[in-house]
C-alpha cells in the first residue's frame, strides 16, 4: 500500500467515525430528519480505489513561502543518506499540506499549530540573526541550533515550550508521511503481508530481553 492509499483509508475512516458521532449527537437532541436539519456536513465519502492529486480533495492551506520551510524542515527531521531520500523527495510536503487542510477538527486543530509553528521559526530566525533573515536563508547549522532548542517539550526553556509542541507534531507528521512510502517501509525493513516458508519465532536474544528466555 503506498502513502496516497494510506491516507486516502485514514481520510475514510475518520469520516465514518465523524458520521457515527454526528448520528449519536442527533438522536441524543433530536435533530435527525423528524427534527431540525443537521448542516450540510463533509460532502460524500472518497472514492477508496480513485487516485487523487493534492488539492483534489480540498483546496491546500501552504503558501509558496510556507512549503519552502516545511520542506527544509521535513529534511531537517528526515535528511536523504546512503540507503534512502529524504522526506521532501517522497512528497511529505504534500503530504502535510495535505493533512492540515482536511476538513475534520483534529486536522484544524492541527493546522494552526503548523502554521503558527513555521511562522515562530522566522520570527526566532530574525530574532537570532537579523532582519531578512528568514528561516530557509539560515545556514543548516544555524537552522539546527534552531531545532535543537525546541525538540524536546520537557527540556524546553520556557520561552520555547509553544514551539517545541509544535515540533513535536510536525515531527510525528513527517514520520508518519515518510514511513508510509514505499522508501520509507523500505528504511524499515518492512515487507507487508508475504508468505513466509517457515516462521521461527522471535530471536533468542529478543526473547532475553523481555524476560521471557
Known amino acids: 500500500m503506498d ?11 475518520a469520516t465514518a467515525t465523524h ?12 435533530s435527525g430528519a423528524a427534527g431540525k436539519p443537521r448542516g450540510h456536513g463533509y460532502g460524500t465519502d472518497p472514492k477508496l480505489l480513485k487516485t487523487y492529486e493534492p488539492g483534489e480533495l480540498w483546496p491546500l492551506t501552504f503558501t509558496s513561502q510556507q512549503r519552502r520551510t516545511a520542506k527544509v524542515l521535513c529534511d531537517l527531521i528526515i535528511p536523504a543518506d546512503a540507503s534512502s531520500p529524504s522526506a521532501s523527495e517522497v512528497g511529505v510536503v504534500d503530504f502535510l499540506d495535505e493533512w492540515i487542510s482536511a476538513p475534520y477538527e483534529p486536522q484544524r486543530r492541527d493546522r494552526t499549530m503548523v502554521l503558527d509553528g513555521l511562522e515562530w521559526l522566522d520570527r526566532e530566525a530574525v530574532a537570532r540573526h537579523g532582519l531578512g533573515k528568514s528561516f530557509v ?6 537552522q539546527t541550533a534552531i531545532c535543537d ?3 524536546l517539550v520537557e527540556k524546553a526553556q520556557p ?13 510525528d507528521l513527517t514520520a508518519s508521511g515518510f514511513y508510509t512510502t514505499p522508501q520509507g517501509r523500505k528504511e524499515l525493513g518492512y ?9 521461527e519465532g522471535p ?3 529478543v526473547l532475553r530481553k523481555v524476560g521471557l528466555a
Request: one cysteine or more.
Open 137 to 142: 536563508a539560515l545556514s543548516q547549522a544555524h
Open 19 to 30: 458520521g457515527i458521532h454526528e448520528d449519536v449527537r442527533a438522536r441524543a437532541t433530536g
Open 203 to 205: 530471536p533468542p536474544e
Open 159 to 171: 520561552d520555547f515550550v509553544e514551539a517545541a509542541k509544535f515540533f513535536s507534531l510536525y515531527r
Open 3 to 13: 502513502r496516497r492509499t494510506t491516507i486516502k483509508w485514514m481520510l475514510a475512516a
Open 149 to 151: 532548542d525546541i525538540c
Open 191 to 199: 515487507v507487508g503481508n508475504v508468505a513466509l516458508p517457515r516462521f
